[in-house]
RNA sequence: GCCCCGGUGGCGAAACUGGCAGACGCACGGGACUUAAAAUCCCGAGUUCGCAAGGACGUGAGGGUUCGAGUCCCUCCCGGGGCACCA
């Protein structure tokens, strides 16, 4: 018989399930490991690039099986959000029904790549069973000071009709659409998460199993600044302003002050300005600029005196006060003070403005820059050391650093600062499909939580899709118009919804007893079996939803419900899949439909108009045609080839470009395994043992078993394939170079089943039962290599003559050191290049070279 | 601008701690089987000089350390990602 994958693997996915070998019993004893892929939205569609990430945790899941771990692999629906709500707008589909359809074809598509979940476990966070915890969470954190209602400018994208957390905004564009994100002045709900920027930044240092980039994008990201908060008097006024300065040492050459146009200290210094009607429009005129405009680096700064002075509390001088709209209103004090000399933005304000320069910081061993000829604000890269600054003249950076922030705390104006560029959480969305936000507002009462036995707050279903105007739960009556909880009086609920990042910053826990009716989790299995032992999932998330639930999963902490800080030990982002796509040159750059692309002589022309075409290799995406649906794969060659390919591609982490071509390859090799099995079935039992060629074999095999564990433990998925299709190249060898023993090489194809099964299961499966055993393959134990006969007995030694090949030799491994040199000097084709000349060093690397150094 | 990560055959890549560069594949060339094709199997192949034996060159560029560098150090070029007036 010959290999009929498509046959098989329905064979295999129905045993699987029946047997629900992927399900596991929390309580049970035994070392726990948690794995888990990041739960996805569930667009309906998967392909070829999804693949990689679900396959690449199904091999793992299947080996560490294998190797006797208990394994909770789970697997459920980042259900709410918006494509679900627009296809209800598009197509009158409500959402949950299309939500609940692409649910359904997902978990097909799942079966078809053969992957295990415990399906026992699933969840969807559009399910009251699970919004209501999400409820219930927030309720407790209201209760905490740690959500809360305020006013404040925030991201509006006008396509989504909705506000954005700042995480979501990439360029001042929005994060999921693109469009231009408006700044708005809006009430809206947020989460505490600066309260936690300490601990969130403290907590990177333990996440040593996380990648690197990541850590770091955090950090950026949270972007903890130590410095000190300074008061400068304004006389006129009798009051002070603070800024808050990282260099507190450059005081000394502060030689102004600027605020940011929103600054609340704003309207009393400009009351009193001849001009003032024209810095007020200027304000407003600021205010309105975009994020996009304001911070456009080509936009240059725009700034205006005030007329009013505050006194440098060093030099005592009067320094101008200046309102700058590069002076960002949400981050510090929105003051600072200005030192142009060395601060660039600062220098570039002063010169545009024509304010003075003063240098107060110089090279350690060099002369300090003079201000008329700076031409850019002067920086220490290098040592460097206060001039002109006072009592700390002489002092170095650091140590100028500390003195200026002792003193200004000790003559108390002022205290050092630690400050961080994170913002609160924005989770009000104003949008139909997520989690409503259990609050009802009151006129006496005010801002009334839903009491936990009320809970949850359902989401009806009865609302009308129209698009556009605003948010369908406001225009539901029967959802807005309710009763306070406190006093009973006719009271309104609100109407926004949570972003949907909170239902993901928990769900990781809700896992492990995800049919908890009393509680959101049961604590005392979930401190067994977290923190997840091994997270799955792309780079895109590397600030959003991984900071989100490490936050999360602080608060968790702090309520008594959980005993870790951190929810992810390892974390392993996998690599794009890209594919060429095609764009018209004349059509704008559009993308153009695989089905409209001709080549000719290899150049893609557009066959409808005959236009030349541009390719481009870019991420798997429907609106650029270069997306490779798995079902046409999984047909023609099935999902073992489909997933082994997926694996070999390139490095899990690297990104990697489909090739329709390469996939043959893999495929290729699975026949030969199964050629292989159907020849050595056929091998006559019992004829006499050959020693060399099984001993050869043999050591293949335990070679093998060992390369093969650590490239797996490693992620090296690509080389643990590579070294298995060496090792079944071997037993080809084997069996078509007159190895007789059927034993043998029944018990050598076994390992290579049992290597194998994590990334082609169907196929192994399937043999693994043609050879008789009743129990099956993903049950069986990982084999352990037996490294006394891995053991080579001769090694191949090089010579080099001053560093440059000239020659090898065989020799018993472990010979003696003067042997293997003497074997190297008198090798044949070494002896040419030492003729004449002495031998003035020798290096021996056991088993490895010789370099003879001659002169 | 700042911070990360990369750059190895025609292509995807390998080389784990400084020790035979290009394993394993794709594509390609030659051969076997076949009426033929597909499938399968075998052989070849970094570039270059040479009939060959063999030699020279070769991991983005240049320099350095070392008996020996894809791997370590310095400078630069190119590609990708992140942040971007964060005081």
Not at 39 to 58: A, E, Q
Not at 659 to 669: E, P, Y
Not at 698 to 720: C, D, K, L, W, Y
Not at 780 to 804: C, H, M, R, Y
Request: charged content about 25%; overall charge negative; proline content about 6%.
């Amino acid at each position: 018989m010959s290999y009929e994958p498509k046959t098989i693997e329905t064979k295999w996915q129905k045993r699987w399930a029946e047997r629900r070998v992927a399900e596991i019993d929390v309580s049970r004893p035994g070392e726990k490991y948690y794995m888990l892929n990041m739960f996805p939205y569930p667009s309906g569609d998967l392909h070829v690039g999804h693949g990689r990430n679900y396959i690449l945790g199904d091999a793992l899941f299947r080996y560490l099986r294998m190797r006797g771990l208990s394994v909770l692999n789970p697997m459920g629906w980042d259900a709410f959000g918006l494509p679900a709500e627009n296809a209800a707008i598009k197509r009158g589909i409500h959402p949950r029904e299309w939500t609940v359809a692409n649910i359904a074809r997902m978990k097909r598509q799942f079966d078809a790549w053969g992957i295990l979940y415990d399906w026992s476990k699933e969840l969807a966070s559009c399910d009251s069973g699970y919004y209501r915890w999400n409820q219930w969470l927030f309720v407790r954190m209201f209760e905490r000071g740690l959500a809360y209602r305020a006013k404040s400018p925030v991201n509006w994208c006008p396509s989504c009709q909705t506000v954005l957390a700042n995480e979501q905004v990439r360029e001042g564009r929005c994060e999921r659409c693109a469009h231009e994100v408006e700044q708005k002045e809006l009430e809206q709900w947020f989460l505490r998460i600066t309260e936690f920027a300490d601990r969130l930044d403290a907590g990177l240092d333990q996440l040593t199993e996380w990648p690197e980039q990541v850590r770091l994008q955090q950090r950026n990201w949270i972007g903890r600044s130590v410095g000190a908060d300074v008061q400068f008097a304004i006389p006129k006024l009798g009051k002070s302003i603070t800024v808050f300065t990282t260099r507190p040492d450059t005081i000394y050459g502060a030689t102004f002050m600027v605020l940011a146009p929103e600054h609340p200290g704003v309207a009393a210094l400009i009351a009193d300005h001849p001009d003032r009607a024209a810095i007020e429009a200027w304000i407003t005129h600021v205010r309105n600029q975009t994020n996009l405009e304001r911070q456009a680096e080509t936009a240059g700064k725009e700034g205006r005196f005030t007329g009013s002075y505050a006194v440098n509390p060093f030099t005592n001088e009067e320094i101008p006060i200046w309102l700058g709209n590069f002076v960002l209103p949400q981050y510090g004090t929105g003051a600072i003070m200005s030192v142009p000399a060395h601060d660039q933005r600062d220098f570039e304000f002063a010169k545009q403005f024509g304010l003075p320069l003063r240098v107060v910081v110089a090279p350690a061993d060099g002369a300090a820059p003079v201000e008329s000829e700076l031409e850019q604000a002067w920086g220490d890269k290098e040592a460097s050391v206060s001039v002109n600054s006072g009592s700390i003249t002489g002092l170095s950076t650091p140590r100028a650093i500390e003195a200026i922030a002792t003193e200004i705390e000790s003559r108390g104006i002022g205290r050092r600062t630690v400050r961080y560029r994170l913002r609160d959480w924005l989770i009000s969305r104003q949008r139909y499909w997520g989690t409503p936000i259990p609050i009802v507002y009151c006129e006496a009462c005010g801002l009334v939580p839903v009491p936990d036995d009320q809970l949850p707050v359902q989401l009806p279903l009865d609302v009308p899709f129209t698009g556009r105007e605003g948010n369908p739960l406001a225009k539901a009556k029967s959802f807005v118009e309710t009763s306070c909880p406190k006093c009973g009086a006719a009271a309104r609920r609100e109407t926004d919804t949570m972003d949907t990042f909170v239902d993901s910053s928990w769900y990781f826990a809700r896992f492990v007893t995800p049919r908890n009716e009393t509680a959101i989790f049961d604590s005392a299995v979930v401190n067994r079996w977290l923190p997840v032992d091994q997270y799955i999932g792309g780079v895109e998330h590397a600030i959003l939803h991984l900071l989100y639930a490490r936050f999360i999963t602080r608060v968790l902490h702090d309520l008594g419900l959980v005993t870790f800080e951190e929810p992810f030990r390892r974390l392993f982002n996998q690599g794009m899949i890209t594919k060429e796509g095609y764009r018209d040159p004349s059509k704008n750059m559009s993308w153009v439909p695989l089905g409209e692309v001709e080549h000719r002589d290899g150049i893609p022309y557009r066959a409808t108009t005959g236009a030349l075409l541009v390719a481009e290799v870019a991420k798997m995406s429907k609106s650029q045609f270069n997306v490779v649906p798995p079902d046409e794969l999984i047909e023609r060659f099935g999902a073992d080839t489909e997933r082994v390919y997926t694996l070999f591609i390139a490095p899990p982490q690297d990104e990697a470009a489909w090739d329709d071509q390469a996939i043959i390859g893999q495929h290729r090799f699975l026949n030969r395994v199964w050629n292989y099995g159907e020849r050595i079935v056929a091998m006559a039992a019992g004829a006499a043992s050959d020693g060399e060629a099984e001993t050869k074999l043999q050591r293949r095999r335990h070679q093998t078993i060992a390369g093969v564990t650590s490239r797996i433990e490693r992620f090296n998925f690509n080389t643990a394939i590579s070294s298995m299709m060496e090792y079944s190249n071997a037993i080809g060898d084997y069996l078509s170079q007159g190895g007789s023993s059927r034993e043998t090489a029944i018990s050598c194809f076994e390992t290579l089943l049992q290597l194998l099964h994590p990334f082609a299961p169907h196929l192994t499966e399937e043999w693994w039962e043609k050879l008789g055993h009743e129990t099956m393959l993903v049950a069986s134990s990982w084999p352990v290599a037996d490294p006394e006969l891995a053991k080579e007995d001769f090694v191949t030694i090089v010579v080099q003559v001053n560093g440059k090949l000239r020659g090898e030799f065989e020799v018993e491994a472990g010979a003696a050191e003067a042997a293997v040199i003497e074997a190297a000097k008198s090798n044949a084709k070494v002896v040419p290049y030492l003729e004449g000349k002495t031998i003035v060093k020798t290096i021996h690397v056991p088993g490895r070279l010789v370099n003879l150094v001659v002169k």
